[in-house]
Every structure is written in C-alpha cells, then in structure tokens.
C-alpha cells in the first residue's frame, strides 16, 4: 500500500442471498484525491459504500484505511475511526431539527470538543435559514446537504457521497462541485458516485469504472469514454449481469 | 435560566408538590397513590417508547421484578425499606440485562417477545416449587413494614426520579443521540452513536424506573399476590396513558395520566355498568385521530411542548 492512499480495497465480496453484488472489487484512494465510482444501474457503486462504511460486512476481502483492516468494523467505530456518507436517498432524522441533526453528529462523531460549530457548519452548506425546522420540512436539496452536513461533522478523513448531484439545478451542481473541491484541498478524500458524467469530469481527477460487483477500467474519464469495455456496459445498459 | 432548570421549576416541582400537599386534603389515598405509580410507570414508559421507539408490552415484568426484589429482601434478609427498594432496582435492572437480546427484535416482535418475558416470569415466580423463596402462588405478606405514609413519601420520591429522568433526556446530549436512534438509526450509527449501547441504556433505566415503582407498591401494600404485581392491566395502562399525552416530551405522560386515570376513575365510580365501552372507545379515538397524542395538537401550531 503507498503511504499516499487512504484506502485500498482488495478483492471485496458482499453476497445478498446468492447475488454478488461486489465481486472482487479492488480500487484504492490517496489522501486528497476525489475519485469518480461510475458504473451502470446495480453494478454495485452504493452497495461498495455500505460496505466500506460498516452498514453492511462483507463475505470476503480486505479495506485497508489509514493503515488497518477496517473491514467488518461497525458503522460508528467506522465514523470515529474517520470514514463517512452520505444516502442515496437521503435520510436525516425526520422529526428533528436540522440543527439538531448536526448536533447529534457532534457531540458523538469523535470530533474533538469545539471543533466543529453547528451553525456555521449549517451555514457553509445554505441551511442556515431552516437550522431550526424539522428535517421532514426541507425540500430533498435541502435534505441531501443535511446528510452531508451530518457526515461533515464528525471530520471524516474519507467521504463516499452517494448520488449528491442527482436532482440539482446547473447552479447548485456548480456550487455542490466547488465544495467537495475546496474539502479536498484541506486534505480530504472522497468518493463521488454519480450518473452526471459532466459532475464527475468537474470534480474528479481518476475513475473507477464497476459493472457487475466488479472493476472494469481505472483512468482518467477522457480515457474512459475511448474504452471499448466501458462503452459496452454502458451502451448495453440493463444487460450488465 | 437553562432550559434544563425550567423545566424542573414548572413541570417538576409543582407536580411532586401538588402529590406532596394533596392527602392532606383528600382522604383517597390509595388512589392518589395509584396516580404516583402510575405516573412514574408512563414516564417509565416514555423512556423506552417515546426516546427508542421500543413498545414494551411486557414493561409490567420490571415492576413484578421490583416488587419481588423488595418482598424478598424483606422476608429473608429482614433489610429494611429502604434498603429493599435497592433491591427493587437490583432485580430490575437484572432482568432487563437478561432480556437485552430482545432489543435486536424491531416493531411487533420486540413487544411480543417482551410480553411473553413478562408472564415467563411470572409463572417463574408463581411456581409452587419455590414456595420456600417465592412464597410461590400464595403471595407476599410483610405487615411487618406497613406504613402507608412513608411508602408514600418515597412513591413520590421514586415519580420525581423518573421525571428528572425525562428531563434529563429531553435537555441532554444522550436524549438527542436516543431520539435520533428512533428516527433512524442507520443514520444515528452514522452521525456515531454506538445504536446497540444506546438502546441498552435506555431499556436499562426504563426497568430500573419500573422496578423502584415495583417496590414501593410492594411496600405500600404489603400483601400480594404474584397475579397482582404481574398484571398486564399495567403495562396496558402505562403505554396508554404515556401515548395519550404523546411520548418524548416530559409533559406528555404526564397529561395523560391526569386526564386518562382521571376519566378512568370517574366513569369507573359514576357509570361502572359502561366503563369498559366508554374506555375502550377512547382508546379507539385517540388511536385513530391522535396517534401522536394529545401533544401534538399543540406541537402542530408550531409550539415547542417541554
Ligand atoms: N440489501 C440488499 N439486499 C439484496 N440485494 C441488494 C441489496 N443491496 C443491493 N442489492 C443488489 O445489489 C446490486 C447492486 O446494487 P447497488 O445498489 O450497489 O447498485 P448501484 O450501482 O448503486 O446502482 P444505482 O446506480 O442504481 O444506484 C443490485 O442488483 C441490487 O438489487
Ligand atoms: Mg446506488
């Protein structure tokens, strides 16, 4: 493992009742890099995330973060050890405030006391002005960067974003592709899995090309769209399995 | 002033106060007394339901446990009151770390699975075998420590308990982590709660708050049997009266002990021939047109309900 990468992945297995929704999945992070997971429709990009992030253990494999085997690890021991996420959909605590929300992230996410401040957190994501209304009565832009705010809060040292662009306008996609820019020039690294490939060539130095639980190509998307493989699962669409 | 504070000031102290002056001036005390316990149950109640979203139809098993922890300190050991009440919350808390497995059961399977603790229990207890220990089915009787007065005055202590309890969690950290393992708790292990220990905690001091109620009902008594201190009509009453009012608030529970017991005992007295049609249509009501509780018609205007 290069002393660069957050995260190496290697030969990751996640089965669902027979299915291998992962099947041997390999790729790897450095620290400070974005990089793109794009693959069609079930390929497995969320089902990588839910495994990195401790929701679900997987059957055989390795993820190595920051130095150590994390895989199999909870969630919130995941959370504390520096690894969050945001929901394809989103999903903050409804009948809580959305400053409640970070607050919550907070106080036990593992940030050091004061670290973090809620309402300017709020404030950094456009959600100063619905700080103190239930999560349910955001609109679902509004709820998507609540998810982020919640993961933000707890100072991952490595973000997997789910689908944060999908349902954006031009001018939120923009602002959304400047943030996770300007957090991985403070040193974070992230994972965007996204359909939008002009979001992905906006942010993204590298991508991971998956179909079928597995790693078909890792480059720049300018080389992606040249490769014979890639354009295959892409334009064969539902015929990935 | 804190919120924490206000909430004590107002909600708090002009409830025990109120419990504290009224035998003097009404001569029920039994049934004031059934007020105490029952108010202690709901929030009790609250502490599980409405903070984890657990409903524990078997939350009578905590009290039965905490009349027996008492009864039997008593009988075998001749400890006295007050020390038994420590015993109380001993078997308790001791039954519900035998049951935490239950918590990885969600929604109708948890509350059934707790049911059925809850008259295992019983039947545990009740066995004639362990007369000897148990007094088996003939019951408890400790005349020794009758002393309705005092068994009042630390009724009133153990409700003031659970209520700093409620406001504990409605003011703190711990109370927020816990609403927000209701609300989601894929997304609560996210935000880096550690969901299974949360869970246990709360069980926890919902069964010590049931068992402390278990053994000041032992001790107001006296004399029981095991069906007394075992009877569903508790766990029923209890997560009636906290949903009545509306759960994870501190007032909610207790709102709806006032009215409920209250109506209860009204129609129970005034039109006994009825009582069960015009309670068991209320129930029905409030299920169908508040399934939030009384609370939320206010919380609807836009109003913060402590
Ligand atoms: N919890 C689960 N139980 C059973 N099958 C699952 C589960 N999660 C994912 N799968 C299956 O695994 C496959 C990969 O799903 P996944 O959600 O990872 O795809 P994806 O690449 O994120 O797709 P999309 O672009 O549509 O979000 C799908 O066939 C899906 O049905
Ligand atoms: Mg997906």
Redesign the pocket.
């Given at each position: 493992m290069s002393p660069d990468d957050i995260l190496r992945i290697d030969g990751l297995t996640k089965i669902?009742?027979g299915?291998r929704?992962l099947d041997g999945l390999s790729l790897h992070v450095s620290r400070g890099e974005i990089l793109g997971l794009v693959?069609p429709?079930?390929?497995?990009?969320?089902?990588c995330i839910n495994v990195v992030s401790g929701l679900y253990a997987p059957e055989d494999g390795s993820i190595r973060f920051d130095g150590a085997e994390v895989a199999g690890l909870a969630q919130h021991k995941l959370v504390h050890r520096g690894i969050n996420r945001t929901f394809?959909v989103p999903k903050p605590f409804m009948q809580l405030s959305a400053r409640e929300n970070v607050e919550v992230a907070i106080a036990y996410g593992g940030a050091r006391q004061g670290e973090v401040d809620a309402a300017a957190l709020l404030g950094s994501l456009n959600l100063d002005a619905v700080a103190n209304r239930p999560a349910a009565e955001l609109n679902s832009a509004q709820q998507k960067m609540l998810d982020l705010a919640r993961a933000l809060a707890t100072k991952p040292k490595l973000l997997l974003v789910d689908e944060l662009a999908a349902g954006l306008n031009p001018a939120e996609l923009d602002w959304v592709a400047a943030k996770l820019k300007e957090f991985a020039r403070s040193g974070m690294s992230i994972i965007v899995v996204e359909?939008l490939m002009g979001f992905i060539e906006q942010v993204t130095d590298r991508v991971v090309v998956m179909n079928a639980g597995k790693e078909i190509f890792g480059g720049t998307l300018g080389e992606a769209v040249q490769d014979k493989q890639v354009v295959e699962v892409f334009l064969g669409g539902g015929h990935a399995h | 002033m804190p919120r924490y504070a206000k909430h004590i000031l107002f909600i708090v102290a002009p409830l025990v106060a109120a419990f504290a002056i009224l035998p003097f001036a009404y001569n029920n005390q039994l049934l004031l007394f059934n007020f105490v316990l029952f108010l202690t149950l709901a929030q009790g109640v609250n502490v599980i339901y409405g903070f984890t979203g657990y409903l524990p139809f078997g939350y009578v098993g905590f009290f039965g446990a905490g009349a027996y922890g008492f009864s039997l300190l008593i009988l075998h050991l001749h400890a006295p009151p007050l020390a038994a009440m420590g015993g109380a919350a001993v078997a308790a808390l001791a039954i519900a770390l035998l049951l935490t497995p239950l918590l990885r059961l969600s929604g109708a399977y948890f509350s059934i699975a707790n049911l059925a603790a809850a008259l295992a229990l019983m039947q545990f207890i009740s066995n004639p075998n362990l007369e000897a220990i148990t007094r088996g089915p003939y019951g408890v009787s400790m005349t020794g420590v009758f002393n309705p007065r005092l068994a009042y005055t630390m009724a009133l202590i153990v409700m003031a308990g659970a209520m700093l309890v409620a406001v504990w969690l409605r003011n703190s950290r711990f109370g927020l982590a816990l609403q927000a393992v209701r609300e989601d708790p894929v997304s609560a292990a996210q935000a880096g709660v550690d969901v299974p220990r949360a869970r246990a905690y709360a069980w926890l001091i919902s069964a010590v708050i049931a068992g402390l109620a278990g053994g000041v009902f032992a001790w107001y008594v006296t004399v029981f049997y095991p069906e007394n201190v075992f009877s569903s009509d508790y766990s029923i009453f209890a997560v009636v009266f906290a949903l009545f009012g509306g759960v994870s608030t501190i007032l909610g529970p207790i709102v709806g002990v006032l009215i409920l017991y209250g109506v209860y005992n009204f129609i129970g007295f005034s039109t006994p021939q009825y009582f069960q049609l015009i309670y068991g249509a209320l129930i029905m009501a409030l299920v169908l047109f508040l399934p939030q509780g009384l609370i939320s018609l206010v919380k609807r205007r836009g109003i913060d309900v402590p």
């Open positions: 669902f009742f299915f929704a693959g429709n079930g390929s497995g990009k969320t089902t394809q359909h | -």
